[in-house]
């Protein structure tokens, strides 16, 4: 079946504008992560989603940064007001609900901000 | 805050040698699972292994094993007969926070390089 799929791949834009990221999870997992890699380094978490629950936003950098779903399906991230350190890939991820279950991920979206 | 640490930046190993790479982690909980994933230049990240804390026995998946210290939060993982197509970056990754979340915090990754 399909993976999780991310869209642009590449999104180049200016400081100051703001930019939306989406992700499409697996049809049927409940669970949908975005993490953050900068250049070289590790991902870091940014917001889980479980269900129809209360999103977990406690790895938003800051209030520039947020992020919806609808339901089990699409979700989207959101910076506002981009800075160049905000420059990074960004991953999204979805699983079964539970810590054993295997994250699969998506290709990711680079983002430059200039 | 937990933390998990990867010490080793880069590796290289010859194709069809063995190589180790070296995890260490940090965490309050008593039962957690334990992740090795990879990340080939395609930006993909994939599931390599993953290991109970609770089950004393080693997981193995084909060439790849983890070895397993509980007492020393250690988590390496051992790659057999080395590919060119296993080039790629390695990240260990534990469970953070309360609940069955499945919220992970990722090292820093370990960059190996497959010689031919």
């Known amino acids: 079946g399909a993976g999780v799929s991310q869209s642009p791949s590449n999104k180049v834009t200016e400081k100051g504008k703001d930019v939306e990221l989406r992700c499409d999870p697996i049809?049927?997992?409940?669970?949908l992560y975005w993490y953050r890699q900068r250049l070289g380094q590790g991902l870091e978490f940014l917001i889980y989603f479980q269900g129809n629950s209360a999103p977990d936003k406690s790895g938003l950098p800051s209030d520039r940064f947020s992020a919806e779903r609808t339901g089990e399906s699409v979700s989207t991230l959101t910076i506002q007001r981009t800075q160049q350190e905000d420059s990074a890939v960004y991953l999204c991820a979805s699983s079964l609900y539970g810590t054993y279950n295997e994250q699969f991920f998506g290709p990711g979206t680079r983002l430059t901000v200039l | 805050a937990q933390t998990v640490t990867q010490s080793q930046p880069e590796m290289s190993v010859q194709e069809a040698e063995t190589v180790t790479l070296s995890c260490t982690y940090d965490t309050s909980e008593n039962n957690y699972y334990l992740f090795w994933y990879k990340q080939p230049p395609s930006r993909q990240m994939i599931l390599v292994i993953r290991q109970e804390a609770y089950k004393q026995q080693n997981a193995t998946e084909n060439r790849f094993s983890v070895n397993f210290q509980k007492a020393a939060k250690s988590f390496s993982l051992k790659i057999s007969d080395s590919q060119l197509g296993d080039t790629a970056m390695y990240f260990c990754a534990s469970p953070f926070g309360s609940g069955n979340t499945g919220k992970l915090i990722f090292g820093q990754g370990t960059t190996l390089q497959v010689k031919p």
């Open positions: 049809s049927g997992h409940t669970a």
